[in-house]
């Protein structure tokens, strides 16, 4: 359970480099953890007493998943406690409940909104019409920023779990072709309202990629993308980072094979490996030199990918970003996992 003492009027966001944000967009290639991230990062926007609204839309059902809570519905669902009682909140939004949403609060149609669902138009249009789907999801997650109440905005921060970095640039500059198409009624003043809000200083892209050649290329890909489209780019959030298991000095030996073979195979023969019952001297030995021979191939493959992980960030440095590491964690993701992985975000300026 997260604790449950701290002072609520600490608020993370004063160290925050991006304090001043409050709608959080995450993207990441598959398999980088994107939604992983994007949950921990809505824990540790709500630390202090906040609220944040966790929205996903790829109807995947992944924070359900993460937070062990039954499936998330069109509506905003509580589903944690963040320290200093803060709290998180779900929404699960789905295209066509967002489009029958859409046409009853600017066209009015009520009960013939439902007659077009059972003949199917929804479907079709959700399905069919170019770009639509895409101007529906985020124009849910526009409306949510923009709610208020007695006592000010809804949610204090917003985490949007995004499509992947392939296809993040379409997705958020959707409205923009909105705009151009059409010229003038709700459906363009909505557009252009949510662009403004994409592109201003509250809203931050941030990126989640793995120390791998293709997810840090489509991460400079991304990063590329959102510049020229005009979108503020947040961080680069570098998951699953593994330590080195040797020594910088270890590791450019093993790298070049210059580690000693023989000192290998003394400590083996000390540590009493390579050992049998009845087995012959010269056995043993060939057991213990089989031993050595595999730890030195082990070790050059590892100094290999720690080589390749450090290339991998000077090419992520590039990108001139704020950038913060999460490690691998060996037992999976679960609950506390995600706590703690908040509480690392939050301590390298990212909440």
């Known amino acids: 359970m997260p604790p449950d003492d701290e002072d609520p009027r600490s608020s993370p966001a004063a160290t925050s480099a991006f304090g001043g944000v409050r709608l959080h967009v995450v993207t990441g290639k598959g398999g980088t953890g994107k939604t992983t991230v ?3 990062l809505a824990l540790a926007l709500a630390s202090g007493g906040r609220r944040t609204l966790l929205a996903e839309v790829e109807g995947r059902q992944g924070i359900a998943q993460l937070f062990d809570v039954p499936p998330l519905p069109y509506e905003e669902r ?7 009682a ?30 077009l669902e059972r003949m199917g138009a929804i479907d079709f249009a959700t399905t069919v019409a170019p770009g639509l789907r895409d101007v529906l999801l985020t124009g849910k997650v526009y409306e949510a920023a923009r709610r208020r109440g007695p006592g000010g ?20 500059n959707v409205n923009e072709e909105v705009v151009g198409l059409a010229k003038v009624g709700p459906i363009r003043n909505q557009a252009g309202s949510i662009m403004t809000l994409l592109r201003s200083a509250q809203t931050a892209v941030h990126l989640v990629t793995v120390l791998e050649e293709m ?17 503020p780019i947040g961080g680069v959030v570098v998951n699953m980072v593994r330590d080195p298991y040797l020594p910088a000095r270890t590791l450019a030996g093993a790298l070049a094979g210059r580690l000693d073979r023989d000192e290998v195979v003394t400590g083996l023969e000390a540590a009493g490996l390579g ?29 290999a990918r720690v ?13 001139e970003r704020p950038t913060v590491e999460l490690p691998a964690l060996a037992g999976g993701i679960d609950l506390g996992a995600l706590y703690d992985l908040a509480e690392l975000l939050a301590e390298q300026g990212m909440a």
């Open 275 to 303: 050992r049998r019952s009845g087995a012959t001297s010269a056995a043993r030995s060939a057991r213990v030199g089989v031993l050595a021979d595999g730890l030195l191939g082990e070790a050059a493959e590892h100094a």
């Open 78 to 84: 509580k589903i944690a406690v963040a320290p200093g």
């Open 307 to 319: 080589r390749l992980e450090d290339e991998q960030r000077k090419e992520l440095d590039v990108l």
């Open 86 to 115: 803060g709290e998180v909140f779900a929404l699960s939004v789905e295209p066509k409940a967002a489009l029958l949403e859409y046409l009853e609060l600017f066209y009015r149609l009520g009960r013939a909104g439902k007659v």
């Open 215 to 231: 997810p840090v290329q489509e991460t400079q890909d991304a990063v590329a993308e959102l510049r020229a489209a005009g979108l």
């Open 153 to 172: 905005p809804t949610y204090d921060a917003i985490v949007l779990d995004a499509p992947p970095t392939g296809r993040i640039g379409r997705f958020l």
């Open 38 to 40: 994007a949950a921990a």
